[in-house]
Nanobody, 111 residues
C-alpha cells in the first residue's frame, strides 16, 4: 500500500520557520518526482516545490529564496524548510508523488 505521511505543521508567527516532513513509500520515493502543494481556504491547490529523484529542484515564485525542498534517501523522506513565513503562506500543505497524495498538514502563520 502506497503511503505519503506528512508532519510538522503548526502555528507560527510571521517571520518564523517550520520544517515539514513527508515519509514516502519506497517505490514512489525512488521513481517519482516528489512535490509539495498547498491549498489555502477558498483557493485552488497550488504547487510549492518539487524535487526529482536526482535532487533537481523547482519552486513557485512566491516561495523562492524562503523555502527549501530536500530529500533523505536513507529515510524515504522529503522535507520542506520554510523560513521567513508570511500570513499568506497559511494553508494545508500536501505531499505528492505520481498519483498519490498525503493527507495534508495545516500551517498557520499568524500573530
Amino acid at each position: 500500500q502506497v503511503q505519503l505521511v506528512e508532519s510538522g505543521g503548526g502555528l507560527v508567527q510571521p517571520g518564523g520557520s517550520l520544517r515539514l516532513s513527508c515519509v514516502v513509500s519506497e517505490t514512489v520515493f525512488n521513481n517519482k518526482l516528489l512535490s509539495w502543494y498547498r491549498q489555502a481556504l477558498g483557493n485552488q491547490r497550488e504547487l510549492v516545490a518539487q524535487i526529482s529523484t536526482g535532487g533537481r529542484t523547482n519552486y513557485a515564485d512566491s516561495v523562492k529564496g524562503r523555502f527549501t525542498i530536500s530529500r533523505d534517501n536513507a529515510k524515504n523522506t522529503i522535507y520542506l524548510q520554510m523560513n521567513t513565513l508570511k500570513p499568506e503562506d497559511t494553508a494545508v500543505y500536501y505531499c505528492q508523488g505520481g498519483e498519490y497524495w498525503g493527507q495534508g498538514t495545516q500551517v498557520t502563520v499568524s500573530s
